[in-house]
């Protein structure tokens, strides 16, 4: 061990800049390599929970979503998320509700109204019985 401090101390600054480069690119080198025969080990799962984000991310995040509002001047339109647009703003101040510019749904989606699931069908069946 004192040898390599010894020889340490007799180097050069540059010199020893260089090497200090050098062990960092080729420890940078190491990481990556290692991390590769991990993901292929884990079958890509390391390479997913590396990349900086933490816990899972909601199946519907960045969906988009069918307009709720239309401006009736410019055809502009908003789906109620986010920030309200300028032009819904302008209509509040106005006295006006956005009830007034609300686009009429296509109709609900899911199962028709009265009808029960399945295992609440069953439930019932079993409880008459």
């Known amino acids: 061990m004192a040898k390599g401090n010894s020889n340490l101390a007799t180097m050069s600054v540059d010199a020893l800049l260089k090497l200090r480069d050098d062990v960092g690119e080729m420890l940078s080198r ?7 025969q991990l993901s292929l080990l884990a079958g890509g799962i390391v390479a997913k929970a590396t990349n900086g984000r933490r816990g899972k ?5 960045g969906a988009k979503v069918a307009p709720k509002y239309r401006d009736p ?31 009429a749904a296509p109709g609900k989606r899911g199962r028709p109204a009265g009808k029960k699931s399945a295992k609440k069908a069953r439930k ?5 019985a």
Do not use: C, N
Request: hydrophobic share 45%; charged share 30%.
């Open 124 to 128: 019932a069946k079993a409880a008459a």
């Open 30 to 36: 190491k990481a990556g390599e290692l991390r590769k």
């Open 57 to 61: 991310v909601h199946a519907l995040k």
């Open 73 to 103: 001047k410019t055809g502009a339109t908003w789906a109620g998320r986010g920030a309200k647009p300028r032009w819904m703003q302008a209509y509040i101040k106005e006295g006006r509700s956005p009830a007034d510019f609300a686009i």
